[in-house]
């Protein structure tokens, strides 16, 4: 089995440690990778009201990051723009929030 791919999308350059570490937590015998990327300006545009433009950055950042297993979208306020990101073969699209309610069922 091939180690799994991870790529990790936050909007805030501080969380992107924790979030990674939690993932190596979840697989302490895995060599897993993870690319990891920040879009400060996806938070901005959100707080100004241009939420068009908050969601075309996040589809933008997932579009350059790469081939993944798994694309994780790191904060609530991203999970809406998870509906315009392409698909890509082989790749997973979480959002926190359906992460959260697939957990609690």
Partial sequence: MTAPRIALIHAMPIAIEPTSG???????????????????????????GRGAEH??????????????DALVL????????????PPCPGRKVLTSPHSAVARLK
């Fill in 55 to 68: 969601d075309r950055l996040i589809a933008t950042a997932a579009a350059e990051i790469g081939a993944c």
């Fill in 74 to 85: 790191g904060q609530f306020s991203m999970a809406r723009a998870a509906t315009g990101i």
């Fill in 22 to 48: 939690a993932f190596r937590e979840l697989w302490p015998q895995a060599r897993i990778t993870i690319k990891t990327r920040t879009i400060p300006a996806a938070t901005k545009a959100l707080q100004q």
